[in-house]
C-alpha cells in the first residue's frame, strides 16, 4: 500500500523531491484515471488533476495536496473532514508578468506600432503611461497582492477588492464586496484575481463593465466564473471595457463559436497565465508540507472549506 499517490502529467518529478524530504517513503504515481485506480488506498494525494469523482473511493484518504493555487475543481468532492492544501506563494511573480505584459503592451500600443512597421511608416505616437493612473485588483491574497505591489512599483495609484481589509500599505483604498461597481468606476486598469467560489461568480456584468472609464483595460487571471461573458462580449463591442485580456474562461477550452475569440480588442490566452512552475518549485512547497504533516504541525496553504478558497 502506498502512502502517496501523486497524480500529475510528469509525476516522477514530484516523486524525486518528496522522496529527498521523506525517504523511504512508499510513492505510487499516476498520470491517468485507470493509472489512479490501482492506487485509491493512498493516505495523501498529492495532485493537479486528479478525477474528482474518484475521490469519494478513497477511504484512507487523510490529506489532499493541490498542485494549483486554485482548488475550486476538486473542493466540492472531498469529504469536507480531509484537510485541503493549496499552493501559495509559487504564481504572483508569473502572473504579475503576464498582467503587466498586456497593460504595458496596450497602453504602450505594441500591436499599433507592429502594424506601422509593416507598412515602413514612421510615426510617432501617443503613448499612455501606467505611472499616474489607477490599478484596480480584484483579490488581494498571495498573487493579488504581488500585482498590487507591482502596480506600485510603475507609480500607479492602486485601488483593491477583498472580503476583508488587506495589510496596512497594501493599497491606497480598499472595497467590499458590495462595492464593486464603485471600485471598477474608479479605475483604468483592472486585474482580477479571484478564486470561483459562489460568490464570485459573475461579479463583473453588464452593471459593472458600463460603469467603467472609457479606456479601461480588464485582465483576468483569476477564474472564468467572475465574468458574465455575454455581457462582457456586448460591453467590449460598446468600448467598456475597451480592452480585454482572458486566462481564464466560464467553460475551457473556450468554445470555438465564442464571441470573445474574434473581437478585435479581447486578447485570449489559454489558461497559461501561472502554471510555469515546474515540479521544483511546487515540489518544495509540497515537501515542506509533507515533513510538516508527518511531524504533527500545522500545514501551509489550508484551504478554509468553509469560505470555499
Ligand atoms: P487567495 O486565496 O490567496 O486570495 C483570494 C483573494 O480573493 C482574497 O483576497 C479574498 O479576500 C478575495 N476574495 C475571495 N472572495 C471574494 C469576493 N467574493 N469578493 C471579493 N474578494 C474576494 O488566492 P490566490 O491569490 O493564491 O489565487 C487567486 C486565484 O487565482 C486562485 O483561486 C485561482 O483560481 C487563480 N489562479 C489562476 C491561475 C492561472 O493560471 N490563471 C494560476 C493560479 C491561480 P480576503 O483577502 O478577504 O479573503
Known sequence: MAQILVYASEPAEYAAVLREAAPGIEIAQASTRQEALAHLDAEILLSWGFPPDLLASMPRLRWVQWLGAGVDKVIGALAPDVPLTRIVGGFG??????????????RRDVFGLRGLQREHRWQKMMMQPLRGQRLGVAGLGSIGADVARMGRAFGMEVWGLSRTLPA???????FLPGEVRAFVAGVQNLALVLPATTETDKLFGSGEFAAMQEGTILVNVGRGNAIDEAALAEGLRAGRPAYAQLDVFQAEPLPAESPLWDLENCFISAHCSGPSEKAEGLGRFTAENLRRYLSGEPLLGLVDRTRGY
Open 168 to 174: 496596512d500599505g497594501l493599497v491606497d483604498r480598499h
Open 93 to 106: 511573480g508569473v502572473m504579475t508578468e503576464h498582467v503587466f505584459a498586456f497593460l504595458l503592451a496596450i
